[in-house]
């Protein structure tokens, strides 16, 4: 989408050329008109000359079409329309209204009323075709101005719709700034999961160390156990040697005291 500036310098633009073609189309049409009035010139003039031109807003051209009327009444009380000088000239009136509809199929595209330079009404024109080129005017001012109105209005969504793309476009800046903010924390949760892991797999080998270590000492402890058995046994053989022994001295001792009191006897 355009924005503001280059929508405003491409509307200026297409204005411009707009201007330039009605100006050239302008010029064509007052050419020919001038061809034609200077080969009006060059022949006896035999009607009556309407020569007040069309222009301004709607009652000028009124105001031009009932004076072409009054001229054209006679001292009779008739009207005359002029159809003899049209007869000589059947396509005079056919390429006049021709220029006219180009020039009016311009106008509608153009941002304001801009209707060509204006348009003389020339002697051999009837009043019925006046008053029906007055009311084309008059029709085709009122459609540029509707033309104008709804350029303005589209004048008025386009700003709208600009103020809604810079809304727009401040929400997307404020969303992007978010999400940096979501990814710097996403990166640094992920930095921490990462260190949690390595902390884990330290754990885990340390472990698996102290495992190690305690079946080693499982293992002592069980030779240890063993041996304890083996000194146990050990010294309840040398208690039960020592007995023996005891008991045999007793005897010996006994039977040495007996043999002393039978001495004494």
């Not at 009124?62 to 009207?79: F, I, M, N, P, Y």
Request: contains cysteine; aromatic residues 4%; hydrophobic residues 30%.
């Amino acid at each position: 989408m355009l924005s503001p500036r280059s929508f405003w310098s491409y509307r200026k633009d297409s204005s411009l050329a707009r201007k330039k073609k009605n100006t050239r189309q302008s010029e064509k049409v007052d050419s020919y008109l001038n061809d034609e009035e200077e080969s009006e010139a060059r022949t006896p003039d035999t009607t009556i000359d309407t020569s007040k031109s069309v222009v301004g807003n709607t009652d000028s051209m009124a105001e031009a079409g009932e004076s072409s009327k009054a001229e054209l009444v006679g001292s009779d009380g008739t009207v005359s329309d002029g159809d003899e000088e049209d007869n000589n000239k059947p396509d005079l009136r056919s390429r006049l209204q021709e220029s006219f509809y180009r020039s009016a199929s311009l106008s509608r595209r153009a941002e304001s009323v801009s209707l060509p330079r204006p348009l003389a009404l020339t002697s051999g024109s009837s009043s019925q075709d006046k008053f029906t080129l007055i009311q084309e005017l008059t029709l085709s001012r009122k459609e540029n101005e509707e033309v104008s109105s709804k350029a303005a209005a589209m004048e008025e969504k386009v700003i709208e719709m600009h103020q809604k793309l810079a809304g727009a476009e401040h929400r997307e800046r404020s969303m992007r700034a978010f999400i940096r903010e979501l990814r710097d924390i996403n990166k640094a949760l992920q930095q921490r999961v990462t260190f949690l892991e390595e902390t884990m797999s330290k754990i885990s080998m340390r472990d698996a160390q102290w495992e190690r270590i305690c079946s080693r000492l499982q293992a002592d402890l069980s030779k240890e156990q063993e041996r304890r058995k083996l000194l146990e046994a050990v010294i309840e053989m040398a208690l039960s040697d020592e007995k023996e022994a005891l008991t045999v001295d007793d005897k010996e001792g006994n039977k040495e005291e007996s043999g002393r009191s039978n001495l004494s006897f």
